[in-house]
């Protein structure tokens, strides 16, 4: 899966300070994101992924979408599937 762009993005967070991708074995990129408010008013950051055509063939085929977060804590997160206009 791949980040994308999409309409109303309000920033790209960049990968954490002295990250380097000459080195590291896993490479970050900027992640586009909104900052939206659930009904509670607690912020969430959005980014929104799209699936490659042989990531939708694996999770026809019963793959599942696996979440990694740098760190050592999980923070609250959601995972769901949403329609938005992605930017081209």
């Not at 085929?61 to 990694?68: F, M, N, P, T, Y």
């Amino acid at each position: 899966m791949k980040p994308v762009e999409f309409v109303g993005q309000t920033r790209v967070l960049n990968p954490p300070q002295g990250y380097d991708n000459g080195v590291a074995a896993t490479k970050v990129g900027g992640l586009p994101i909104a900052i939206e408010t659930d009904a509670h008013n607690i912020p969430f950051l959005v980014s929104c992924w799209k699936p490659s055509p042989e990531d939708i063939e694996a999770l026809r085929a019963g793959a599942v979408v696996k979440l990694s977060v740098m760190g050592v804590q999980m923070p609250p997160v959601n995972v769901f599937v949403d329609r938005v206009e992605i930017l081209p």
